[in-house]
Structure formats: C-alpha cells, structure tokens
C-alpha cells in the first residue's frame, strides 16, 4: 500500500508539471458508420509520455488525477485542444462530430457550461459537432443535479453519450430520462461477440432498447470483421475499435480521410 501510495505521489507530481509545461498530447479514434463504413466521429484521448515512466495510459493517471484535483486543469485543457482541432477540421471542410470523455468533477464544476460556451464562440463552433461522454455511475451519482447539468448542454446544442454503458449501476429509468442522444456499448461486452451467446443476447437487447428510446448506438472495442458482422445483422448504428484504426494523430486521420475519398471518386 506504501508502494502504491508513492507511486501516485509520483504520477501526480511528474502529471502536475506535464500538465504546466504542455507536455499533454490528443489522439483521435474514428467512430464509423455501419452501414456505410464512413468515420463519422472521432473521440479525443488524451496521452502523456512521460521521459522518467515513458508512455502512461489513461487508465493510470485519470485516476490519479481525478483524486487530486488536478483533472481539472487536465479536463479544461483536453476540452479546449479538442474544440481547437474541431476548428481546424470545421476550416478545412472536414465534418466530423468530436466526442471528449468528460470526467465527474468536471461534470459536477459549476460553470462547465459557460466555459464550453467561451470555446464555442472563441472557435465558432457548431455545437452539434460537440459530443461529451459522461459514464452512468456518473449520471447515476447525483440524478437530479446531473439531469440539470445536461439539459443545460443539450439547450446549447451539445450532444451527450453515457460511455461505457452496462459496466456501472445501470438503471433502465434513468436512460428514459436523461437527454442523451447516444450510448455506447463498452468492449468489455464486444470482446467475446459473436461467440458467447449471454453476451450476443445482451447486446442485441441494449440496440433495440436504445432504439426503441430514439437514442443512436456506438459499439466500442470492435477488432474483427465478425464482430462488425454482429453489428451489422442487428442495426448497431456506429462502431469504434482496432478493426478500423487506433487513437490517431490529427494529420492520420486528414489522411485516412483523404484515402477513402479517393476510394469512393475510383468507384463512382
Ligand atoms: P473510453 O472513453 O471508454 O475509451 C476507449 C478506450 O478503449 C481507449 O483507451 C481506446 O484506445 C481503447 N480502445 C479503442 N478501441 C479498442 C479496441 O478495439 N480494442 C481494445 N482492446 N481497446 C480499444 P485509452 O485511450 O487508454 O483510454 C482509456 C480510458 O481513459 C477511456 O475509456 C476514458 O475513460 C479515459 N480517458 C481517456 N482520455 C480521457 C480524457 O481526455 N478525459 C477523461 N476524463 N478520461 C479520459
Ligand atoms: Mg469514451
Ligand atoms: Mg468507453
């Protein structure tokens, strides 16, 4: 426990400078249509390589961060790199949605809503191209004031996920109530499609409850063709996962981009 005490001494020290001196990077994973295999989405994740620990995952230091407080300054910057490369991309022509994993405490500051709001005119951007993921334990910690929180955003016109959905406490009701446009199947449910049928069952179920309460569905976690197959056979809306790409740079995905334009122009 000592150990484990001083290594998050250190992630939070080593994080704390990162984060000051700019050392913070974004990665884009495409969402992708099913049906018609066009990314449609990207997510920002955010990586931190470290000289002394080398490439630190998320999973490490989000924690670490959201025990120190220090994934607000994480979260502002995350957020407001993810709306300048929107920009960018809204400049050149390229439409694509941005979804940003929003952690708690940044869901619960209060003035979430008017700094998203300062960014969006800062970098004239259509807000519908903002996506914020938030996980159901999140939504599920305090209902009413997080209902109040995402009302606000839907009225800006945010779009709204719950990520990693059916890992957490999920309550069906509460899926009926909040305004969120989109959920996401969380890999751990992918991993063993089409073969283990308690997890086929259970998919199938969240994709046609999630379409009979008009929300759209993302699978994530999607590495092979039988797996996309799945999604196809049921109508799963859209996909994220190795199968099509991993968390790319911004110039990859311009590239990826430009390779299946090419793609369709050779076809037509
Ligand atoms: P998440 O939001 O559910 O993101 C999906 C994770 O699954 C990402 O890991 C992604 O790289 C990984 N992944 C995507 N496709 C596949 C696949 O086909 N197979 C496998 N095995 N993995 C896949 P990553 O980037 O390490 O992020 C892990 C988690 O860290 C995220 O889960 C999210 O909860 C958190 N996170 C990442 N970036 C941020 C951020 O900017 N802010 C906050 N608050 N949390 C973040
Ligand atoms: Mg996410
Ligand atoms: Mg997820």
Not at 134 to 156: N, R, V, W, Y
Request: charged residues 20%; aromatic residues 6%; glycine residues 6%.
């Amino acid at each position: 426990m000592g150990l484990q005490m001083a290594e998050r001494i250190h992630i939070h020290d080593r994080l704390k400078t990162a984060i000051e001196n700019g050392e913070l990077t974004l990665r884009y994973q495409p969402q992708v249509d099913v049906l018609t295999g066009k990314m449609v989405a990207v997510e920002a994740l955010v990586r931190w390589h470290d000289r002394e620990l080398g490439e630190v995952s998320p999973v490490r230091f989000i924690p670490v961060a959201e025990s120190t407080g220090l994934i607000l300054p994480l979260g502002d910057w995350v957020l407001e790199e993810a709306c300048r490369q929107l920009a960018a991309w809204t400049r050149n022509g390229t439409h694509l949605r941005m979804a940003v994993n929003l952690s708690v405490h940044q869901f619960r500051q209060a003035n979430l809503c008017e700094r998203l709001a300062k960014w969006i005119t800062s970098y004239a951007l259509a807000p519908e191209l903002i996506e914020l993921e938030i996980t159901e334990s999140q939504a599920m910690a305090e209902p009413d004031q997080a209902q109040q929180t995402l009302e606000s955003l839907k009225a800006m016109g945010i779009s709204l996920a719950l990520d990693d959905f059916g890992t957490g406490h999920s309550s069906l009701s509460y899926l009926r109530v909040l305004p969120v446009s989109r959920v996401k199947i969380d890999r751990l449910f992918m991993q063993h499609i089409p073969g283990r049928e308690s997890d086929a069952t259970l998919v199938r179920a969240v994709i046609s409850l999630a379409h009979a309460l008009g929300l759209k569905v993302v699978a994530e976690g999607v590495e092979t063709a039988q797996q996309l197959q799945f999604l196809r056979d049921h109508a799963c809306d859209t996909y994220k996962g190795w199968l099509y790409a991993k968390a790319l740079l911004a110039s990859e995905v311009d590239e990826l981009l430009a390779v299946s334009r090419q793609g369709a122009a050779n076809n037509a």
